[in-house]
T-cell receptor
Framework: RKEVEQDPGPFNVPEGATVAFNCTYSNSASQSFFWYRQDCRKEPKLLMSVYSSGNEDGRFTAQLNRASQYISLLIRDSKLSDSATYLCVVNGAGGTSYGKLTFGQGTILTVHP | SAVISQKPSRDICQRGTSLTIQCQVDSQVTMMFWYRQQPGQSLTLIATANQGSEATYESGFVIDKFPISRPNLTFSTLTVSNMSPEDSSIYLC???????????FGPGTRLTVL
């Protein structure tokens, strides 16, 4: 089983749609969780941290379920500019020491007019 | 957040040669890391760059192939030694305060080995 596993995608949605990405992680001892966004030929950029209580930043909502080892990202009212690869990232997964990040394989989102 | 720069941004190299990539952070950070991202794939951690001591390498990566320096809290280098075409990839450095905190990434170095 992969340490961090994401929906394979790709997702192709129209502007204004709501889209959800899911991610699971294998190490129950993992400490912190993030969603990063990576545009084509660019570096990953932090989109948001994910907290146990769930957190929202504008059109983006992240949820964490520690019991199920499951992370989600919801994007509402999709914009063309949301088109990117979304990376689920776990800190301290797979037996690595705290402070190291493990990346999922990424989910490609394309928002079309 | 930290602002991170890398040099060079890209290079085309001959097999058997070595390339040193520099990573500069605009503020002191606890942790610096080096990643590789091969075409169409996600990021794989190469090593943690430790200030004042030897880097900590992940499984599959060795110091002879990827020597790393970190002389202070804002700067690190990664050398890709004795390159082969299989080393063609994007190399990214990241920085953060460690623990459960997020990391910020440099723009990457796109390496092509002929």
């Amino acid at each position: 089983r992969k340490e961090v596993e994401q929906d394979p995608g790709p997702f192709n949605v129209p502007e204004g749609a709501t889209v959800a990405f899911n991610c699971t992680y294998s190490n129950s001892a993992s400490q912190s969780f993030f969603w990063y966004r990576q545009d084509c030929r660019k570096e990953p950029k932090l989109l948001m941290s994910v907290y146990s209580s769930g957190n929202e930043d504008g059109r983006f909502t992240a949820q964490l379920n520690r019991a199920s080892q499951y992370i989600s990202l919801l994007i509402r009212d999709s914009k063309l500019s949301d088109s990117a690869t979304y990376l689920c990232v776990v800190n301290g997964a797979g037996g690595t020491s705290y402070g190291k990040l493990t990346f999922g394989q990424g989910t490609i989102l394309t928002v079309h007019p | 957040s930290a602002v991170i720069s890398q040099k060079p941004s890209r290079d085309i190299c001959q097999r058997g040669t070595s390339l040193t990539i520099q990573c500069q952070v605009d503020s002191q950070v606890t942790m610096m890391f080096w990643y590789r991202q091969q075409p169409g794939q996600s990021l794989t951690l190469i090593a943690t760059a430790n200030q004042g001591s030897e880097a900590t390498y992940e499984s599959g990566f060795v110091i002879d192939k990827f020597p790393i320096s970190r002389p202070n809290l804002t700067f690190s280098t990664l050398t890709v030694s004795n390159m082969s075409p299989e080393d063609s990839s994007i190399y990214l450095c990241s920085a953060g305060q460690g623990g459960g905190y997020e990391q910020f990434f440099g723009p990457g170095t796109r390496l092509t080995v002929l």
